[in-house]
């Protein structure tokens, strides 16, 4: 009864498009890559890791991160709809966290403006993150369009040089902005 991470860095396999449909029911559009686009992160970007999240060699859910020299992100977070409800997204953050103890984890999640976000927010609030910037602007996946105001969440504490840097990184990074 173990939780692990495996990295897919091969788009033909059957375990992608599994996770992309996932991916897809997930997360809203203007949350999301451009298809074409991920598919080439996926299989060059070093830095990101598009994981399965494997629970008795099934796959259960997506963990999409990037792992910077200071902290790591956590851009994309699901667990499948049928298997949601079972503490598998608590084994997978538990399992997250000891095996990368030492490293700051940061992420973002939308403000509790419904019951899902509010639960959201409790649930990485219960593995010791907190809010780091409430007024935090998510860049687009796009060039058009707005970008999206969420929450930027942290496991450690953060100076305000250090948030200021790890939205930098994020943005030139991961979301691939000129500024």
Same mark, same amino acid.
């Not at 949350?31 to 890791?49: A, G, P, Q, T």
């Not at 851009?75 to 000891?98: C, P, Q, V, W």
């Given at each position: 009864?173990?939780?692990?991470? !495996? !990295?897919?860095?091969?788009?033909?396999?059957?375990?992608?498009?599994?996770?992309?449909?996932?991916?897809? =029911?997930?997360?809203?559009?203007?949350?999301?890559?451009?298809?074409?686009?991920?598919?080439?992160?996926?299989?060059?970007?070093?830095?990101?890791?598009?994981?399965?999240?494997?629970?008795? =060699?099934?796959?259960?859910?997506?963990?999409?991160?990037?792992?910077?020299?200071?902290?790591?992100?956590?851009? $994309?977070?699901?667990?499948? @709809?049928?298997?949601?409800?079972?503490?598998?997204?608590?084994?997978? +953050?538990?399992?997250?966290?000891?095996? $990368?103890?030492?490293?700051?984890?940061?992420? @973002?999640?939308? $403000?509790?403006? #419904?019951?899902? #976000?509010?639960?959201?927010?409790?649930?990485? =609030?219960?593995?010791?993150?907190?809010?780091?910037?409430?007024?935090?602007? =998510?860049?687009?996946?796009?060039?058009?369009?707005?970008?999206?105001?969420?929450?930027?969440?942290?496991?450690?504490?953060?100076?305000?040089?250090?948030? @200021?840097?790890? !939205?930098?990184? +994020?943005?030139?990074?991961?979301? !691939?902005? @000129?500024?």
């Amino acid at each position: 009864m173990m939780i692990d991470l !495996k !990295k897919i860095n091969n788009t033909s396999l059957l375990e992608f498009k599994k996770l992309y449909e996932l991916y897809e =029911q997930a997360f809203p559009e203007v949350e999301r890559r451009n298809y074409d686009i991920l598919l080439e992160l996926v299989e060059k970007e070093n830095l990101m890791n598009f994981s399965a999240i494997m629970f008795n =060699q099934e796959i259960v859910g997506l963990l999409v991160f990037w792992n910077f020299e200071d902290f790591i992100f956590v851009e $994309h977070f699901a667990i499948f @709809e049928n298997m949601r409800n079972t503490n598998l997204g608590s084994k997978t +953050i538990e399992y997250f966290l000891d095996k $990368h103890k030492g490293k700051n984890i940061v992420g @973002e999640i939308e $403000h509790p403006t #419904n019951e899902i #976000n509010i639960r959201r927010k409790k649930f990485y =609030q219960k593995y010791g993150f907190e809010v780091v910037d409430e007024n935090y602007i =998510q860049p687009t996946y796009s060039k058009y369009g707005n970008g999206i105001p969420l929450l930027l969440l942290a496991k450690e504490k953060m100076t305000k040089k250090e948030i @200021e840097n790890c !939205k930098k990184i +994020i943005r030139k990074e991961v979301y !691939k902005c @000129e500024e």
